[in-house]
């Protein structure tokens, strides 16, 4: 599960009380070269690393994915992920949409959902509140959302996030109806396929 949006729009709040009210989620935490912000804690925000050490990750094959974001590297650490899913979690992924574009490319199963505020003067208004970035990275953000709308087309779903409880039941609405899709119930339906033979030939048996 894969969720983008732009800088500001809210995503990470959302993710934040899905995970408090939902105990079958969990959070991928990424990789990144860029600096931590205030009260940004290592392991739980990101694993901040050096170009060096990304890199290096990169090139050990450590990385589901990555991208570079505005001037800093971000990646998906590729064991933390293959192990939730193992364990039958909901894994979600909080990237940009180059990395989640990709994602999708190795794995068609994958599903991108888009998070955008109700208007763009919000995205500027949000990022502007939050105080944590300078105007002129503040307009490089706005300047990388024009660039990314252009690739929402090629998402599974789009959320407007206006009120954060109702996108959170949105989001958890998504990933419940992901899992009654038929394609990804093959080995319960060819169960039941086979039980239904069992069945009528034991049937079928006792009548003759
Ligand atoms: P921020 O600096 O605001 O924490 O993140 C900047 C952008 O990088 C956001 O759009 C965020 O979703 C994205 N991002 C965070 N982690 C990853 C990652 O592992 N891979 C990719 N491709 N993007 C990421």
Known sequence: MIL???????????????????????????ATTRSPREGEVEGVHYFFKTE????????????????????????????????????????ILEIETEGAL?????????????????SVEEIHNRLKHRGTETDEVIEKRMKKAGLEITV?????YLM?????????????????????????????????KKEFEDYLSRNSKKEN
């Open 4 to 30: 983008s949006g732009f800088a500001g729009s809210g995503k990470g709040t959302i993710i934040k009380e899905l995970l408090a009210k939902y105990d079958d989620y969990v959070l991928s935490v990424s």
């Open 52 to 91: 060096d050490e990304f890199k290096k990750m990169i090139a050990d094959g450590e990385l589901l994915e990555y991208a570079n974001y505005v001037g800093n590297y971000y990646g998906t650490p590729r064991a933390y992920v293959k192990e939730m899913l193992a364990a039958g979690k909901n894994v």
């Open 102 to 118: 990709n994602i999708k490319r190795e794995y068609p199963d994958a599903v991108l959902v888009f998070v955008m505020p109700p």
């Open 152 to 156: 929402v087309d090629r998402y599974d």
């Open 160 to 192: 407007i996030n206006d009120v954060l409880e109702e996108s959170v039941e949105m989001f958890n609405a998504i990933v419940s109806s992901q899992r009654m899709a038929v394609s990804r119930n093959r080995d319960f339906i060819n169960d039941k």
